[in-house]
Each structure stands twice: as structure tokens, then as C-alpha cells.
């Protein structure tokens, strides 16, 4: 099977807060329609690596590639990359003053400059796949947390991102939500979206990644296919961090 | 006379209230333009300069930051005699009614500045960073995301500052603004009766308290459920 084109690559990245280093060279590459999870102790560095992949975080020192522009380059125009590089938040961060709808075409108005109708008609699009095109002029205090994440995932999908970056999208959940968030995410997959996850769920990992990467300390001691990592983990670290997960 | 008699023809004297009641009314025309005047360009240089501030360009900041600070130091009275009487001698002529609209406008400003900052700096970081994950700019995510929701937070203290200082209009009878408290003085020494002075007082309650009750709707209008 030919490898389908890289949209993300990663090179020796390095991040610090101050005399923290936070990133300590990670290479990592994600192509086209791969779910990609990424796994870790906490402080390990897997948010930070999610923030620094649309400039969230500004990093030191390497290179992100995304979809071959590099994202460091000061002349990239990072407003225009980053409507192609959907990102997912642990609390939603959904606008409070706005509708649902508006929450999902703001950008599409003022980022892409799309009309009113048109931007109205790609939103309750967007809003339909995450089932919520009822949802649509409902304030966003009025819905549960699941909801709210799938209006998030709304809002990232409808500009037509080239990846998707999740992070952590299930942890501020209710157990019983955590499905609906989990079951658009795996829709998003069989439509072919390119997924960064960074998670705990490790049984969707195990069940809907193509990959998963542990991250320790900065840096990424082990990924392969989920069967490996959870049934034949090679590091002794990655061993101790699946084995305090499943006590 | 015994002395509820004196007590009634010292406040509420019927002559005198004939006579100088539209001179009182005027003069509440007057106090309505100035305050609106001073609402209108005080709140919206105020909400200018947080916008401004939440750049982070050091230097402009440390330059909004002294404004603020030396304008809300400073009692208003003192501005307005240093500009009503100090600035004619360098050539600059302001009619009263100027003086007082600049100078409390600008203190409003330095007041609302800092309630929008503190709105602008509680809203999380969260709200930033989707908007600008979606590709929206910095000017964007600060008009489009953040302000509506500053401003809303910033309305009750920001009704309650707006009418602190508006009532500082009063100040207006120092340097011959004809507005309420200038109207209710002149009648008081013309009349040789404290009749206008309580007038003016009743001037004021009919002009405030709406302002008041407006500012508690306004409250409640905009709380919001925040998730």
C-alpha cells in the first residue's frame, strides 16, 4: 500500500517555559486520513506538542509542516493556516454570547469572508453531522457538555480543516456524555479527517487509532499500531504507564 | 408663624416655586445634554483605550495606565478650574459647557477604561485561543468574542461609575454652566429662599432614579447563564 501524503510533519521540536523544557525534540509525522492518538503521563508534553502544531504555543527550536507550508516561517500567514488546522478543546470554549450557529459561522464570516446564507447553509451542514441541527438557536449554557464538545467539533469541521487537532476532548465530560463526543469522532474518521488525539480514552484508542504515540518527559519513547502499544508495549516506561492505567 | 409655617415657606414656597420652576426645568435640559454628552464620549474612549491596552504594546500602555491613574486621582473640580480658568491665559478659550463636558468625559473615560480591562482580563484564555484556532485575527477575537462578553460583565459597574460622574455635572455651576444646581443657586439668592435649592435637589431624583432602576435592569438583562 502506497503512504498516503504527510499533512503533518513534525521535526526536532523543542519548547520551554522558562528553564522547564517542556518538548525535547519530538519528531512526529501524520498523514493523510490517519488517527493518530497520543498518549502520556500528565506533563509529559502531549498538549503542549497539540498547542505548538497551530502556534498556540510558539515553540524554540524545529519545524511543523502542515499540509508541506511550514508554520514557523514568519512570512506564513498563520490566520490562513490555521482555518486549516481544526482544533478540539478539553472545555469547549464555546462563545457564551452567541448561538450555537454563530458559534460555528463566526469564522466562516469573518476568517474565510462567506455571505450570510452561505455561511448559514455550511453551518447547519456542519451542525447536522454532530446531530445537533436542532440545537441551532440554542445557547450554548442550555446544552449538556457533550453537546457543547460536538457544537466545538462543529465549528472546527465547518471551515474544512486538513487535520484536526483533539485535545483531551473528553475529560471535562460526564461518563455517560462521553460517548456522543466519542461516536462523531469516529464518524469523522470513516469520512477519511486527518486526527491528532491527545486522550485517555485508551479503549477507543485501542479500537479506532491507527497509531498510537506515548509521549514521557518531553519526548516520544514509543508509537506504533494500538495492538502493540497496548498488548506489546517495548519500553519499560510506556509498560509502567499502561500498567497504572489499567489498575 | 409657628415653625412648620417657617419650615414650609423656607422649602416649599408656592411664590417661588411659580417663579423659578422653568429657570429649574431649564436647567434640567441642560444638566441632560451635558451628561449625555459625557456618557456618549466618555464610555466610548474608555472602551477605545482598553481595546488598545489588550495589544500589549508596552509603551502606549504605560501612557493609558498614567492617563487612568492621574485622571482618577484627581477631583475633578480641580480639573475643571485648572482648564476653565488656566487655559484662557495661554490663548485657549473654552466655553464653560466644554470644559465641563471634556473633563468629565475624560475622567469617565480613565474609569471606564479600567472596568473594560478588568472585563477584557476576566473573560479565560480559552475564548482567545478558539477564536484565533479558527483563523481568526487578534482585532477579530476582540471585537467579535471578547468584548460582547466584557462589556456585559462590565455593565454594573460601569452603570454605577457612569452615574457617580454624571451627577458631577453639578460641578458645572462653578464656572456658569447653566444647569441644574446653577439655576436652583442664582433663584436661591435672587428669592432669598431655599425653595429652588430643594427643587434642584427633586431635579435630580427625577433625573437619576430612572437612570438608577435603568441600570438595575440592565443588570439582570445581561447576567447571562454562564456555563
Known sequence: MPESAAILEVTGLRKSFGTLEVLRGIDLTVRAQELVFVIGPSGSGK?????????????????IRVDGVELLDPKTDINAMRQRIGMVFQSFNLYPHMTVLANVTLALRKALGKGREEARAIGAAALARVDLADKSSAYPAQLSGGQQ????????????????????????????????????????????????????????????????????????????????????PQHARTQSFLADFAA | MDSTTVFLDAFFNRAVIDKYLPDILWGMIITVEVALAVVATGIALGLLLAAVRSFRVRPINVLIVLFVDVLRALPPLVLILIIYFGLPSVGIRLSGF???????????????????????????????????STGLTFLQTLTHVILPQAVRMTVPPLTNRTIAITKNTALG???????????????????????????????????????VVLGRWLETRFAWGRA
Request: charged share 20%; glycine share 6%.
Open chain 1, 47 to 63: 498538549s503542549t506538542l497539540l498547542r505548538c502544531c497551530n502556534r498556540l504555543e510558539e515553540p524554540n527550536e524545529g519545524s
Open chain 1, 149 to 232: 464538545q460536538r457544537v466545538a467539533i462543529a465549528r472546527a469541521m465547518a471551515l474544512e480543516p486538513k487535520i484536526m487537532l483533539f485535545d483531551e476532548p473528553t475529560s471535562a465530560l460526564d461518563p455517560e456524555l462521553v460517548g456522543s463526543v466519542l461516536s462523531v469522532m469516529r464518524e469523522l474518521r470513516h469520512d477519511g479527517m486527518t486526527m491528532v488525539v491527545v486522550s485517555h480514552e485508551m479503549r477507543f484508542a485501542r479500537d479506532a487509532a491507527d497509531r498510537v504515540v506515548f509521549m514521557d518527559a518531553g519526548q516520544i519513547v514509543e508509537q506504533g499500531p494500538p495492538d502493540r502499544i497496548f498488548g506489546a
Open chain 2, 98 to 132: 466644554a470644559v465641563l463636558w471634556l473633563v468629565l468625559s475624560l475622567v469617565l473615560a480613565a474609569f471606564a477604561e479600567e472596568i473594560f480591562w478588568s472585563g477584557i482580563l476576566s473573560i479565560r484564555k480559552g475564548q482567545w485561543e478558539a477564536a484565533r
Open chain 2, 173 to 211: 455651576a462653578v464656572i456658569g454652566v447653566p444647569e441644574i444646581l446653577m439655576q436652583a443657586q442664582t433663584a436661591q439668592s435672587f428669592s432669598g429662599n431655599a425653595t429652588p435649592l430643594l427643587l434642584g435637589a427633586l431635579a435630580y431624583i427625577v433625573l437619576f432614579v430612572p437612570v
